[in-house]
T-cell receptor, first 116, second 116 residues
Framework: ETGVTQSPTHLIKTRGQQVTLRCSSQ?????VSWYQQALGQGPQFIFQ???????GRGNFPPRFSGLQFPNYSSELNVNALELDDSALYLC???????????????FGQGTRLTVV | AQSVSQHNHHVILSEAASLELGCNYS??????LFWYVQYPGQHLQLLLK??????LVKGIKGFEAEFIKSKFSFNLRKPSVQWSDTAEYFC??????????????FGAGTRLAVHP
């Protein structure tokens, strides 16, 4: 177990709907990153939150948004769901660090989102 | 753009066979390198990591990897695989990104099946 928990584990939504996914980070970690893992692919970076601010974003449209709360837990929101949004969504927590500190990211078990 | 290439998408081995999974990355500066494993139905787990120092890195469960800077490679090896090594393996690179945050860039993964 990594100490990173995500909810729900599975979710089915209809195209056009909105969804909120949740993540509780590991104790002592103030940085949360979200990744999308489509079937047969590696995880792709969506964005990162550090101390409640988004401080980095991958190549995802604005309908993917997030929040980080004072306890460092986080939400991923996706509006206007499309069929291609069907994927495993992973949350990872870590200590804020540059390369020199060499910290690692700990992943949750993911939320499997199916859009129909 | 930074990228990570894993050469083998599917590998099938018999127990006790040796394993080598290839990984090449495209970024030429300072990098952190990782191998993650995803067992069926479980979260991504860190196998090993390279930040600096000895380019031969030993991880959990008998895995090791060698960082060869001149070849931009970080291949994963295990001398003798077991049935329990059946899983998907991901190589990942972390490098500095403008704006002060860091993200993991994953390869597409290699699905390993070990037969008794």
């Amino acid at each position: 177990e990594t100490g990173v928990t995500q909810s729900p584990t599975h979710l089915i939504k209809t195209r056009g709907q909105q969804v909120t996914l949740r993540c509780s980070s590991q104790s002592g970690h103030n940085t949360v990153s979200w990744y999308q893992q489509a079937l047969g692919q590696g995880p792709q970076f969506i964005f990162q939150y550090y101390r409640e601010e988004e401080n980095g974003r991958g190549n995802f449209p604005p309908r993917f948004s997030g929040l980080q709360f004072p306890n460092y837990s986080s939400e991923l929101n996706v509006n206007a769901l499309e069929l291609d949004d069907s994927a495993l969504y992973l949350c990872a927590s870590s200590e804020a660090a540059g390369l020199l500190r060499g910290t690692e990211a700990f992943f949750g078990q993911g939320t499997r989102l199916t859009v129909v | 753009a930074q990228s990570v290439s894993q050469h083998n998408h599917h590998v099938i081995l018999s127990e006790a066979a040796s394993l080598e999974l290839g990984c090449n990355y495209s970024y030429g500066g300072t990098v952190n390198l990782f191998w993650y494993v995803q067992y069926p139905g479980q979260h991504l787990q860190l196998l090993l990591k390279y930040f600096s120092g000895d380019p031969l890195v030993k991880g959990i469960k008998g895995f090791e990897a060698e960082f060869i800077k001149s070849k931009f490679s970080f291949n994963l090896r295990k001398p003798s695989v077991q049935w329990s090594d059946t899983a998907e393996y991901f190589c990942a690179v972390r490098s500095p990104v403008s704006g002060g945050y860091n993200k993991l860039i994953f390869g597409a993964g290699t699905r390993l099946a070990v037969h008794p």
